[in-house]
């Protein structure tokens, strides 16, 4: 009996730290930010709060600017997921049938993911620049200069492109760990059966990287929805708030109009859209584990 206390004691003493962090970063913010969104809350006169229900939800539903920021982010979703996802698959599949110089393929597709945002973007913003290198080299091939981020049209693919350079490294690293760990016999019985190259991957590589797919979906999603440094750094949310987001407009409502209350609301609405992902990838994953379990 001893030794169990003596054990849980030890337990608590390492995890202990760890409970009163998360508790003051996390669990109390959380429960704040859910309190405060049924309020009006207004940081620099917090006296006069007052108990508004449901209002806030309504308020920013109304709102041009946060609906545009919704749409924004959707469209943002829309580009990345596709091409991302597939541009992470292409390079895992290229990279996989290198024979020489595997690493350093690895290493330089890898290098934008482990840089900061802020650097990229500012990177980007010179490449995009009307005196920049890609204007410069569509110049010389005859096509006439684009003004990128300084178009309320191309704004939001063009920052959608940089964000898939920095990005795709990542995944391009999940899914060569997937095809790694695929059985050679499959490709070898499939060989046998004169089986194509196209349906070597239909039957065989799709189906095993599945669950990769699923979670790459999830998180490509999940971090597009949560982008600000890109527009914060190259646009400013324009022009005419076309790289606005969702989380843009949560830190200027926040941070720069002070009204924590519609600022806490809107973190909410963007949380469930977390939770429902989070829903969707766990009835993927579900599946895909139980058709295993029955094939067994």
Not at 81 to 89: E, I
């Amino acid at each position: 009996m001893n030794r169990k206390k003596s054990n849980s004691l030890l337990g608590m003493t390492f995890f202990g730290p760890a409970l009163v962090l998360l508790t003051i970063f996390l669990f109390v913010p959380m429960v704040l930010t859910l309190l405060f969104s049924f309020t009006d809350y207004f940081a620099l006169n917090p006296d006069l709060t007052r108990f508004v229900g449901l209002g806030n939800y309504f308020k920013i539903f109304e709102d041009e600017l946060f609906v545009q920021s919704f749409f924004n982010t959707v469209g943002f979703v829309l580009i990345i997921l596709p091409c991302q996802g597939l541009g992470a698959l292409g390079l895992a599949l290229l990279i996989n049938k290198v024979t020489h110089c595997k690493k350093y393929f690895k290493v330089a597709f890898f290098v934008p993911v482990v840089m900061s945002l802020a650097v990229v973007s500012t990177l980007w913003m010179q490449i995009y620049s009307p005196e920049g290198i890609l204007n410069t080299l569509l110049k010389n091939v005859g096509i006439t200069p684009q003004p990128f981020i300084h178009s309320a049209k191309q704004a939001l693919p063009s920052i959608a492109v940089m964000s898939v350079w920095q990005g795709v490294g990542y995944q391009m690293i999940i899914f060569l760990g997937g095809l790694q760990a695929i059985n050679p016999g499959l490709y070898e019985a499939a060989e046998m059966d004169h089986a194509s190259a196209w349906q070597r991957f239909k039957d065989i590589t799709l189906p095993e990287l599945k669950p990769l797919c699923v979670f790459v979906f999830i998180t490509v999603t999940i971090g597009a929805f949560r982008m600000i440094v890109q527009p914060m750094v190259m646009t400013g949310g324009g022009p005419s708030h076309s790289t606005y987001t969702m989380v843009y407009n949560i830190y200027e409502t926040g941070t720069v109009n002070w009204e924590i209350g519609l600022a806490s609301t809107m973190a909410i609405v963007f949380a469930a859209f977390v939770m429902i992902l989070t829903i969707i990838q766990t009835i993927l994953t579900r599946d895909k584990e139980e058709k295993h379990a029955d094939k067994k």
